[in-house]
């Protein structure tokens, strides 16, 4: 059985990683631009602030982390009346990942990853802007030193260093991931979903068998409820029909298939449940905006 999470990362490519320290000390404000990545930060001493676009400022202590999903502009400070200075301008961060300011009273640890476009949005869509880890929480110290750890492989230089910060921003999502739902945080969402028996279970078997010509009654049968009262539930927690879904991931699977494999458009369709390429191919513009072939094309010449 391949769990719904091992089979969205399946598909995601992290393109960059990066680990920085910043230690400040006095007082301070720094503002940091908005980034189409996911970034971990992890307070290892002092305390500060987050502020975030329309929302009030949230106090971070020692031990705190926080993911960032798809970044928005944000300030860090333990000043929130000082006029924040641009904190990319600030320092010099082509030529070192350590950024020092007026002491070290304050040190924080961030990891910050880029995804592949195409499939980046699978995740980034299922998480809130803001995921808070507090020190009290297991998953906080977790984080903390794994952070640790990808710092000091990044600045090691050693052989086989890119393989190992791929791999482990794939285990800084999933601790951040796992923290969060252990938190009881995660009520709603995709991911929120996926701690639901019964509805991480249907999750389950759209993931672990794509090409079944599932029905709402047939997975509504297997979980044990009613089709009804599982067709609203679905929708309340991941926010789409259970057949909305399905074609989802379907076209998902298929759009990583043409990306890397040479299969035919009729062969993906059987395998993915459809009863002609016609209707895969209407399924796969549906949610891609462009035919099969004319996909493959695109793909083959980019």
């Known amino acids: 059985m391949i769990d719904p999470l091992s089979d969205v990362f399946s598909l995601l490519e992290i393109e960059r990683a990066r680990c920085t320290r910043f230690e400040v000390g006095g007082q301070w404000a720094f503002r940091f631009p908005a980034k189409p990545a996911l970034k971990f930060v992890a ?25 960032l999903a798809n970044a928005p502009a944000y300030v860090i400070a333990n000043d929130l009346d000082r006029e924040p200075e641009d904190g990319i301008a600030f320092f010099d961060w082509e030529h070192s990942n350590i950024a020092r300011h007026g002491g070290d009273e304050t040190a924080l640890i961030g990891g910050s990853f880029v995804i592949e476009g195409g499939n980046a949005r699978l995740l980034l869509d299922a998480l809130p802007p803001f995921i808070h880890i507090p020190a009290s929480d297991r998953g906080a110290a977790i984080l903390s030193a794994t952070l640790a750890t990808l710092d000091d492989e990044l600045g090691a230089g050693q052989m086989g260093s890119t393989l190992m910060t791929q791999r482990m921003g794939d285990i800084l999502l999933v601790q951040a991931l796992r923290a969060y739902v252990g938190g009881g945080a995660a009520e709603t969402g995709w991911i929120g979903a996926l701690t639901n028996p019964q509805i991480g279970a249907a999750i389950s078997l759209i993931h672990n068998s794509p090409g079944h010509r599932w029905t709402v009654e047939a997975l509504a049968t297997r979980i044990g409820m009613s089709r009804s009262a599982f067709a609203q539930r679905f929708k309340e927690l991941v926010g789409v029909a259970p057949l909305d879904y399905l074609t989802r991931w379907r076209m998902h699977r298929a759009r990583e298939a043409l990306r890397r494999e040479d299969v035919s458009v009729a062969g993906l369709a059987a395998a993915l449940g459809y009863s002609s390429e016609s209707a895969f191919g209407n399924a796969f513009k549906r949610v891609f905006g462009r035919a099969p072939k004319r996909y493959w094309s695109d793909a083959k010449v980019g």
């Open 43 to 67: 307070v290892l001493r002092g305390a500060c602030s987050i502020v975030l676009p329309d929302e009030p400022p949230f106090a971070l202590v020692a031990g705190d982390t926080f993911l």
